[in-house]
């Protein structure tokens, strides 16, 4: 990118205007690409934190009026400050660019802006009109001018786009602010209706998504974050207790019919799209039954499988087929496919499982059994080794606090996770940890697993050795160092690793021409899911690695798009939203050092759960869900932190 000529963003004044070239300096909080897409170039930016300027031929009256435009025809209308404030201040403001601004204007719109900041209830008044105060600021010349010489503002070539700190973090773009309102006015078909608009498993994700906008919610700032993933449930839950079902118009049929390999949550979220597009989507199941890895390593407790099976009747209803029992690879090629159906979809998920690479692991002992295949014979109501009792899983991820907690529930009786980092560093979902806890795991942290030991083709333990921290490795964590000397043994009949999953692409033969990558991915364009076939598209685990449920939904959801424009001849490219979701990505919508002008205090409602005691040994629901009351005074807690950000192109 450019230098910056001027930048008023988060409160850090660089301006370079006048200054010599030896004293320019560039901002250290905000960087933006060159271009917004191919041809596009980028000249300045404003938004909710200020005004970045790369180019002096932007005019900054004419930004104004049309970012004032922008907010405006954004604002809700529900408090009076910005439904009215922002016309006036956008009228006055495209009366000065057109040159019939008086000098009073522009005190006016200082003096409203000022007002409309400080009285709307929700953050399109509150920082809608901060980029504005700062060019009347720091470009009080250009204003003046505009006034007094009559001087007509050239157009300019604007995008804008509306996001918010939750909303700028989910893999799946939800608009969560709005879904959140909508249950706390009571309106709980509309809510489930706009999640619906974004992810087609409002069920599930409301159970087992890992909430990446919990961490960026601005409420946080005040007491704590929304519990924005239990409102997501109760939504879903509210629909099924009240025994009602989606209404949504039949799509028109285009004739066009779309192969999809694996009925996991990509697979799923692909189909549906590609469905409510009119296209007439199969998806090819080598499982008996769907949802991949959500099915069959998700247990019950976290995750009813009634749940999934509903939501998937609803994606069947939409018009997908499911067929299962069909292996790709075995049963048909993707050649075949290819030729059968006018684009093929590839979101097979990570069903295999990593090894340890530890002594003794290639012996094929009895009891030794990897995380994947426990929890797949667990989910189908199996023991997997029914004369072992002491269990060991190694890993510290959600496959192997699964593994754990699923351990009590077929009845074994002492239960032990072994990591070789500490809690710290688990990447497991903290409640997930917290739970596992509370049903008496015992977590051994700081120690690897170095051999296995066996009697007679069985396990009967495992040798560890203690490990300590040392530097940071590529993940960003301390790195485990093994402590000389320090080997123990923890007795155990059967021992689990679940240290990572793997993608089993056995079924893509060389004649397929499928590229791969280094790690033994399909290598897939990042923004159009395109691989190296014509008409062959992949997202979710068989792209990126195992990967979280969440993420595989919304890249299945932009793959259909992907889809839709390549059936349709259309450029194959990522889509005006998805830049400007890369765009505030690298700005940074969410700042936890700012002080939200609200009244804290408010804790968050949490869900109850069943007794640790009595829940350990069922493979019931352990968490109950809102009540009406909780999840609309929950919702009430939003800030509804929208933002608008605006880009001049040249």
């Known amino acids: 990118m450019g230098k910056i000529i001027f930048s008023s963003w988060q409160e850090e004044l660089v301006d370079n205007r006048t200054a010599a070239k030896q004293d320019r300096r560039q901002p250290g909080n905000v960087s933006l690409p060159a271009e917004f897409r191919p041809g596009e170039r980028i000249k300045a930016f404003m938004g909710w934190d200020g005004i970045v300027l790369y180019d002096e031929s932007v005019d900054i009256v004419d930004m104004c009026a049309r970012y004032a435009e922008a907010v405006q025809s954004e ?67 250009a204003f003046d001018d505009a006034v007094a010489k009559r001087r007509i503002s050239p157009a300019g070539w604007y995008r804008y786009s509306v996001t918010a700190p939750c909303i700028s973090v989910c893999p799946s773009s939800l608009d969560i602010p709005r879904y959140v309102e909508e249950i706390g006015e009571l309106r709980f078909a509309e809510s489930l209706a706009t999640i619906r608009e974004s992810i087609c498993m409002a069920g599930t994700l409301g159970r087992v998504c890992i909430r990446p906008c919990e961490s960026n919610c601005r409420r946080a700032n005040l007491d704590e974050s929304i519990s924005i993933k239990n409102l997501k449930r109760f939504a879903a839950d509210y629909e099924i207790e009240k025994n009602r079902h989606p209404k949504r118009a039949a799509a028109k049929r285009t004739g066009a019919k779309v192969a999809v390999i694996g009925a996991g949550p990509a697979g799923l979220s692909c189909a549906y799209n590609l469905a409510l597009k009119g296209y007439q989507p199969t998806i090819f199941e080598k499982l008996s039954e769907p949802g991949g890895m959500a099915a069959v390593g998700i247990p019950d407790f976290r995750l009813p499988r009634r749940i999934l099976g509903r939501e998937v009747d609803i994606i069947k209803e939409a018009g997908v087929e499911i067929r299962y ?112 806890e509370e049903e008496k795991v015992k977590f051994h942290y700081l120690c690897n697993p170095t051999k296995i030991l066996a009697r007679e083709g069985k396990v009967v333990g495992v040798e560890c050795i203690r490990m300590e921290l040392g530097e940071p ?178």
């Open 75 to 141: 604002s809700c209308g529900k408090c009076f400050p910005c439904r009215v404030g922002t016309r006036l201040v956008s009228d006055w403001l495209r009366k000065i660019a057109s040159g019939e601004g008086r000098q009073e204007d522009i005190i006016r719109i200082r003096e409203l802006a000022c007002r409309i900041r400080e009285g709307s209830k929700c953050s399109i008044g509150q920082t809608g009109m901060n980029p504005i105060l700062h060019a009347l600021k720091h470009f009080p010349q």
């Open 325 to 436: 029992g069909v292996e790709v690879g075995r049963d048909m090629t993707i050649t075949d496919l290819r030729h059968d159906y006018a684009a093929v979809f590839i979101g097979v998920g990570a069903h295999d499982s990593m090894p340890m690479g530890v002594e003794g692991e290639e012996m094929g002992y009895r009891g030794f059994i990897p995380g994947v295949r426990y929890l797949l014979d667990i989910s189908q109501g199996k023991d997997p080794y029914p004369e072992g009792k002491k269990v060991v899983v190694v890993g510290g991820g959600n496959v192997a606090i699964d593994c754990v907690r699923s351990s009590f529930r077929i009845g074994k009786e002492d239960v032990n996770l072994v990591y070789r980092r500490t809690i710290v560093e688990m990447p497991a979902d903290p409640a997930e940890i917290h739970d596992a």
């Open 473 to 650: 490795d590529k993940s960003g964590r301390r790195r485990p160092v093994p402590v000389a000397g320090s080997e123990f043994v923890i007795e155990t009949d059967i021992l689990i690793p679940a240290i990572g999953q793997k993608v089993n692409l056995s079924f893509l033969s060389e004649k397929d021409g499928i590229k791969m990558t280094q790690w033994n991915t399909i290598s897939a364009d990042e923004e159009t899911f395109a691989t190296s076939q014509e008409g062959i598209f992949a997202s979710g685990d068989c792209v990126t690695g195992p990967d979280v449920l969440v993420r595989a939904t919304g890249t299945g959801k932009k793959a259909a798009e992907k889809i839709d424009l390549y059936l349709t001849g259309g450029k194959v490219e990522a889509s005006i939203d998805e830049k400007f979701k890369s765009l505030f990505s690298r700005l940074g919508v969410y700042n936890k050092k700012e002080k939200p002008g609200a009244v804290g205090g408010r804790k968050r409602t949490e869900v109850c759960l069943l007794d640790p005691e009595a829940r350990k040994r069922s493979f019931d629901e352990v968490e109950t869900g809102y009540k009406i009351n909780e999840a609309a005074g929950e919702a009430d807690r939003c800030l509804r932190c929208y933002r608008i950000g605006m880009i001049a192109l040249g």
